[in-house]
């Protein structure tokens, strides 16, 4: 059996990649893809906590169905938005996105 220390290490790399994407990105696409990447380290870390906590409840399965469930809404409404800056502006670059300023 793998040990609870290594899916934590592994969740926490891939949350640092995220957040590096995050931070260093100027593609909103890439930014969407590094969010992602950071929600599914949560995943991990639901799942592997779950396992070893209490595997006889469900908790931490539907914890991670709902985080599943809001990466793909938050993955859907932010491509539309993205496609629709990118049809007014012909950018995705995210310094450049002032659509709100007056």
């Given at each position: 059996m793998i040990p609870l220390?290594?899916?934590l290490l592994l969740a926490a790399?891939?949350?640092?990649?995220?957040l590096?994407?995050?931070?260093?990105?100027?593609?909103?696409?890439a930014i969407l893809m590094s969010v992602e990447l950071m929600l599914n380290a949560v995943?991990?870390?639901?799942?592997?906590?779950?396992?070893?906590?209490?595997p006889e409840q469900v908790t931490g399965m539907a914890w991670?169905?709902?985080v599943l469930?809001?990466?793909?809404?938050e993955a859907a409404v932010g491509l539309a938005?993205?496609?629709?800056?990118?049809?007014?502006?012909?950018?995705?670059v995210a310094e450049e996105l002032d659509l709100l300023k007056n």
């Amino acid at each position: 059996m793998i040990p609870l220390s290594w899916y934590l290490l592994l969740a926490a790399a891939l949350f640092c990649i995220g957040l590096y994407g995050v931070i260093a990105r100027r593609n909103a696409v890439a930014i969407l893809m590094s969010v992602e990447l950071m929600l599914n380290a949560v995943n991990i870390n639901l799942i592997a906590f779950w396992r070893y906590g209490m595997p006889e409840q469900v908790t931490g399965m539907a914890w991670a169905v709902f985080v599943l469930t809001v990466a793909a809404a938050e993955a859907a409404v932010g491509l539309a938005l993205l496609i629709a800056i990118y049809r007014t502006r012909e950018s995705v670059v995210a310094e450049e996105l002032d659509l709100l300023k007056n």
